[in-house]
């Protein structure tokens, strides 16, 4: 057993068929469960050291729904392909791929442990059920109403239909519905219980919740990756990643439309925006939302925490240099972002996940999924928008980007300014590892 064991490591193209297959399951868990392209690339190279394959001789292609491996030596070439079919956030599996690899290459695991590891991982359920996630989701849209601007009235109503909103996706994803038809139906059944509730409820901003109670749709981990995969030189996939945001935002705009005409709601694009006081209220809004959206995320229960007060702390500073120092909203963004960023270094080592687990769903509350909103929207209702409205939806569209890129490079501005030097303590680390596998053995 001990030989087989030795030969498996020793030998980079024993079991070969079957040390690809596991590659690739790491990558396609990776990719459907949220990861950048560019993760999941240093994943299955690490993955490929792990069982003896050296780096020069793998080489992988990533794309968003799809993953191809190749391992070649001066006499063959082996290759193969795997599909992604899903495309969710976990937060959780991202941490434990992570996890098991560096176990791995610890405890010196057989090839059979570390794909029961992977299989044990991918038939687990989510941390959280769907009714905690429906409250979750609501208070995030909640939390972002107040971000908009509107009362605490407003905040309740909106987490309201937000909640029924969710719970009819739940119900059209369980039906077999069309993913994006889904998409519509519950933007439509949340926005119109939020148009109703304006004869109900009396509110000092009662158009808010129209605004804010579908934003639980708004795909912002998504929108990060396909910035940070151009960015990152992956241009197919984040140009896919892209116009797969596009189609869901679309989605959730021809759902909300639908119901305003019902309701008779003209001036939803015009509708002010502008923060009550960006100092009290904003920061505790902020943590409701990053706390919220990652229930959402499958943000591992430990650290929802640090991920609330992450999003404090980012919007707080943003708003700081916007409302303080006169600063463009993207330039306050990457400022905010890029603190919580640099402060993640220091935080992953005390709960042992990856950056991305912290960084990025702190970051939710920066992402400007109301302007891309509203920019389709008024696409949607092109012949009936002034000249002046359709210039502001370009505007807002153009802001949006850019602040998406800025989220996105303040994301990864530990591995843009330290890169080199993570790389090297991650590869020493590897070299660590894999120099003491057969110590014992030679001792």
């Given amino acids: ?26 990558g ?118 107040l971000l908009f601007g509107g009362d605490f ?21 369980k039906r077999g ?29 009662p158009m808010h919740p129209i605004v804010a109670c579908a934003l639980f749709i708004v795909p912002g981990v998504p929108l990060i990756n396909a910035a940070d995969d151009m960015l990152n030189n992956f241009i197919m996939a984040g140009i896919t990643r892209a116009f797969h945001t596009v189609l869901i935002i679309g989605s959730m705009a021809f759902g909300t439309a639908i119901a305003l005409h019902l309701g008779r709601i003209t001036e939803f694009t015009t509708i002010s925006l502008s923060p009550g006081d960006i100092y009290l209220y904003h920061p505790i809004a902020a943590a409701i939302s990053a706390g919220g959206f990652s229930l959402l995320f499958n943000v591992p229960k430990r650290v929802l925490w640090a991920v609330s007060v992450g999003g404090a702390v980012a919007v707080l500073l943003r708003n700081i240099c916007m409302f303080d120092f006169g600063l463009s909203q993207a330039t306050g963004t990457l400022i905010g972002g890029g603190v919580v ?34 920019l389709l929207f008024t696409l949607l209702n092109i012949n009936d928008v002034s000249t002046e409205v359709l210039l502001g939806a370009l505007r807002n569209g153009i802001e949006a980007a850019t602040i998406i890129i800025s989220i996105a490079v303040s994301v990864a501005i530990p591995n843009i300014f330290w890169s080199r030097q993570i790389r090297k303590n991650k590869i020493a680390q590897e070299k660590k590892l894999l120099a003491s596998r057969f110590v014992d053995q030679e001792d």
């Avoid at 695991?109 to 409250?135: C, D, V």
């Avoid at 933007?187 to 304006?198: G, H, I, K, M, R």
């Fill in 28 to 145: 396609r868990l990776l990719m459907e469960n949220g990861a950048d392209s560019d993760r999941t690339t240093r994943y299955i190279m690490r993955t490929a050291a792990y069982m003896g394959i050296p780096a020069e001789n793998v080489s992988c292609h990533i794309m968003y729904t799809s993953l191809l491996l190749n391992v070649k030596n001066e006499e063959r070439t082996y290759t193969e392909l795997t599909k992604c079919r899903k495309h969710n956030v976990s937060m959780t599996v991202l941490a434990a791929v992570s996890r098991i690899i560096w176990r791995a290459m610890r405890d010196n695991w057989s090839l059979e442990r570390f794909e029961k590891e992977l299989e044990t991982l991918e038939s687990r359920k989510n941390p959280y059920s769907n009714f905690a996630t429906a409250i979750g989701s609501s208070f995030a849209c909640g939390g972002s109403c």
């Fill in 341 to 374: 960023g640099i402060a993640a270094l220091s935080a992953i080592h005390r709960f042992h996940v990856p950056n991305v687990v912290l960084t990025t769903p702190s970051a939710i509350p920066l992402v400007p999924g109301i302007l891309l909103y509203r």
């Fill in 153 to 173: 009235i407003a905040f309740f109503v909106t987490a309201i239909c937000a909640f029924f909103g969710f719970y009819a996706r739940i119900l059209c994803n």
């Fill in 177 to 205: 519905f069309n993913n994006y038809a889904g998409i519509a139906i519950a933007a439509f059944v949340a926005t119109s219980l939020a148009t109703l509730s304006q004869s109900v409820v009396h509110s000092a901003t």
């Fill in 1 to 26: 057993m001990q030989s087989s064991l030795d030969q498996v490591f020793k030998d980079p193209f024993y079991k070969i068929t079957y040390k690809m297959h596991l590659i690739l399951t790491v």
